[in-house]
Antibody
Framework: QVQLQESGPGLVKASETLSLTCSVS????????WSWIRKSAGRGLEWIGH???????NYNPSLKSRVTMSVDTSKNQFSLNLTSVTAADTAIYYC?????????????WGQGTLVIVSS | DIQMTQSPSSLSASVGDRVTITCRAS??????LAWYQQKPGKAPKLLIY???TLESGVPSRFSGSGSGTEFTLTITSLQPDDFATYYC??????????FGQGTQVELK
């Protein structure tokens, strides 16, 4: 049973960069897509983007200008950077595994980490 | 983006009731729809994918149907563990994955 665990600061100042890491255990990060999804009071569940183990990415167009994802196969981890954050980026951030067949639904999720953007 | 609209936003039901939740897409998504269950403080849990395929380990009282723009999630006999919020999500390959706003199932 794959396990995912998000880590990173729970408080980020407005205009700065939000950085999170997802550690994957009991499964190899290779040969699969891995996503970041967030849930906020104002926007509900929102797919941020995903990254393949090769480093190939797809981002939500609404966030594309501010998002960068990376992968470290040696550590079985992938990461999210979101720049120029505002209060609207306050949310619970989840990492998740895409379906192994390449479809963009999510069969395993991390527990989520709350990130608050402060002014 | 394809917009997903769920109805109702919330419902009250009793143990043993049959519950149906509807999800409508703003354009056709064929059968590329998933359903999730989320409980407070927990991550969403995949229940159904490809509109009607039950994820391994999910009880058979859950079922999904539909295609195109209209989909339903049915719980045939509501159990105490089923009180939660349910989300639909489309994953049409030519579009950004998007979620419905959720349906909260509460105890009557």
């Amino acid at each position: 049973q794959v396990q995912l665990q998000e880590s990173g600061p729970g408080l980020v100042k407005a205009s700065e960069t939000l950085s999170l890491t997802c550690s994957v255990s009991s499964d190899s990060i290779r040969d699969n897509y891995w996503s970041w999804i967030r849930k906020s009071a104002g926007r509900g569940l929102e797919w941020i983007g995903h990254i393949y183990s090769s480093g190939s990415t797809n981002y939500n167009p609404s966030l594309k200008s501010r998002v960068t994802m990376s992968v470290d196969t040696s550590k079985n981890q992938f990461s999210l950077n979101l720049t120029s954050v505002t209060a609207a980026d306050t949310a619970i951030y989840y990492c998740a595994r895409d379906d192994s067949g390449g479809y963009r639904y999510f069969d395993s999720w991390g527990q989520g980490t709350l990130v608050i953007v402060s002014s | 983006d394809i917009q997903m609209t769920q109805s109702p936003s919330s419902l009250s039901a009793s143990v043993g009731d049959r519950v149906t939740i509807t999800c409508r897409a703003s354009q056709s998504i064929s059968i590329w729809l998933a359903w999730y269950q989320q409980k407070p403080g927990k991550a969403p849990k995949l229940l159904i994918y490809k509109a009607s395929t039950l994820e391994s380990g999910v009880p058979s009282r859950f079922s999904g149907s539909g295609s195109g723009t209209e989909f339903t999630l049915t719980i045939t006999s509501l159990q105490p563990d089923d009180f939660a919020t349910y989300y639909c999500q489309q994953y049409n390959s030519f579009s950004t994955a998007t979620f419905g706003q959720g349906t909260q199932v509460e105890l009557k």
